[in-house]
């Protein structure tokens, strides 16, 4: 992959990364043909303490990348045989390197329990790499709005009794869609009874109002205290 290339995969990358929002996770996988090194002591959140050999030494886009966005290769985090880290087999030299990565945020090191290549499934000069996660997701929990209920007390106040009854008088009398006549079919009949309901509905929060949501102690609760 030339330098131009190169450039434009790491570009696109970030954008990408960029429109991730902040809470959810990432799991980054793939071919990156970059040799991260072992050196955590420069690299320090980007890497391990188990990484292998030596970075690429005119390229570590990689190592800039997990640094921008707080990213760590999970395939440096496990102490393990260096034949079970590397990935991939130089055809000339015949020694391994580790160019296939797994990458997390770095505040999601706890969900991966190990990152490790198969030896077994080893096609050529290439093996594949297996990352085994722990992951517990949190269903999304719609809030919904409290329910207002209608302050059913205050028809014991006669002025607001009188209002409600005024109120359905007028509204019984003024739309013309409710009959006085009982319907004969049982369709009709729950039409007739949704547009009563709703008359009734409405007068009810006209004249009575809505109980307000009041939070604290109540009276009860300061009498047993004090007592």
Same mark, same amino acid.
């Given at each position: 992959?030339?330098?131009?290339?190169?450039?434009?995969?790491?570009?696109?990358?970030?954008?990408?990364?960029?429109?991730?929002?902040?809470?959810?996770?990432?799991?980054?996988?793939?071919?990156?043909?970059?040799?991260?090194?072992?050196?955590?002591?420069?690299?320090?959140?980007?890497?391990?303490?188990?990484?292998?050999?030596?970075?690429?030494?005119?390229?570590?886009?990689?190592?800039?990348?997990?640094?921008?966005?707080?990213?760590?290769?999970?395939?440096?985090?496990?102490? !393990?045989?260096?034949?079970?880290? &590397?990935?991939?087999?130089?055809?000339?030299?015949?020694?391994? %390197?580790?160019? #296939? @990565? =797994?990458?997390?945020?770095?505040?999601?090191?706890?969900?991966?329990?190990?990152?490790?290549?198969?030896?077994?499934?080893?096609?050529?000069?290439?093996?594949?790499?297996?990352?085994?996660?722990?992951?517990?997701?949190?269903?999304?929990?719609?809030?919904?709005?409290?329910?207002?209920?209608?302050?059913?007390?205050?028809? !014991?106040?006669?002025?607001?009794? &009188?209002?409600?009854?005024?109120?359905?008088?007028?509204?019984? %009398?003024?739309? #013309? @869609? =409710?009959?006085?006549?009982?319907?004969?079919?049982?369709?009709?009949?729950?039409?007739?009874?949704?547009?009563?309901?709703?008359?009734?509905?409405?007068?009810?929060?006209?004249?009575?109002?809505?109980?307000?949501?009041?939070?604290?102690?109540?009276?009860?609760?300061?009498?047993?205290?004090?007592?």
């Amino acid at each position: 992959m030339d330098e131009s290339s190169k450039d434009h995969f790491y570009d696109t990358l970030r954008t990408n990364l960029r429109s991730i929002p902040c809470q959810d996770k990432i799991v980054l996988l793939g071919d990156f043909n970059a040799r991260v090194g072992s050196n955590h002591h420069v690299w320090n959140g980007a890497i391990g303490r188990h990484g292998i050999g030596n970075a690429n030494s005119k390229d570590f886009s990689l190592l800039h990348l997990c640094s921008e966005f707080d990213l760590v290769i999970t395939n440096t985090l496990f102490q !393990q045989r260096n034949h079970h880290k &590397a990935t991939w087999q130089h055809p000339r030299s015949k020694h391994w %390197h580790l160019i #296939d @990565h =797994i990458i997390v945020r770095h505040r999601d090191i706890k969900d991966a329990t190990l990152t490790r290549a198969m030896r077994g499934a080893e096609c050529w000069n290439v093996r594949l790499v297996r990352a085994t996660f722990w992951l517990k997701i949190r269903p999304v929990v719609c809030k919904k709005k409290p329910k207002r209920r209608l302050d059913v007390k205050a028809i !014991q106040n006669p002025d607001k009794l &009188a209002a409600f009854r005024e109120q359905i008088y007028l509204k019984l %009398h003024s739309d #013309d @869609h =409710i009959e006085t006549s009982i319907p004969c079919d049982r369709q009709a009949l729950t039409a007739e009874w949704e547009a009563l309901s709703n008359v009734v509905m409405e007068a009810a929060s006209t004249s009575l109002g809505f109980r307000s949501r009041k939070h604290g102690l109540t009276r009860s609760m300061l009498m047993s205290i004090n007592c």
